[in-house]
């Protein structure tokens, strides 16, 4: 399951806290979940997470730190708020391949 759409706000969120009980957390980054993400600080504040409880990180999953699913029956929940460096290389992607194409018109925001 994967919920990315609530603001990253504290006070926000998609996935009830029995829902969030239910699954394996998964983040993208823990400190900054810790302060953004309304699903997990909501589902600690009603007790149904444990704030100490050890959550999985997405990249350290992705290179191999972390074991990911381990049952065709476990429930992971992907509860990302988004990192800014994540923006940044997606905009970078883009201006790669925008440049590759020739479309596009460069401003220059330094001068």
């Known amino acids: 399951m994967n919920?990315?759409?609530a603001p990253p706000r504290g006070d926000?969120?998609?996935?009830?806290?029995?829902?969030?009980?239910?699954a394996r957390v998964v983040l993208d980054c823990l400190p900054v979940a810790m302060h953004d993400s309304g699903d997990l600080l909501l589902?600690?504040?009603d007790?149904?997470?444990d704030g100490d409880q050890t959550f999985a990180e997405l990249g350290d999953i992705i290179a191999g730190k972390?074991?990911?699913r381990t049952s065709a029956e476990e429930i992971t929940l992907f509860n990302s708020v988004g990192l800014a460096l994540q923006?940044?290389?997606i905009c970078a992607l883009m201006v790669a391949?925008?440049?590759a194409k020739g479309?596009?018109?460069?401003?220059?925001?330094a001068g």
Do not use: Y
Not at 14 to 19: C, H, L, P, V, Y
């Open 87 to 89: 923006d940044i290389a």
């Open 12 to 22: 926000h969120r998609e996935i009830d806290s029995a829902g969030m009980a239910r």
């Open 3 to 5: 919920a990315v759409g």
């Open 97 to 99: 391949r925008a440049r």
């Open 66 to 68: 972390t074991q990911g």
């Open 43 to 45: 589902a600690i504040a």
């Open 47 to 49: 007790g149904a997470l």
């Open 103 to 109: 479309i596009g018109t460069e401003v220059d925001l």
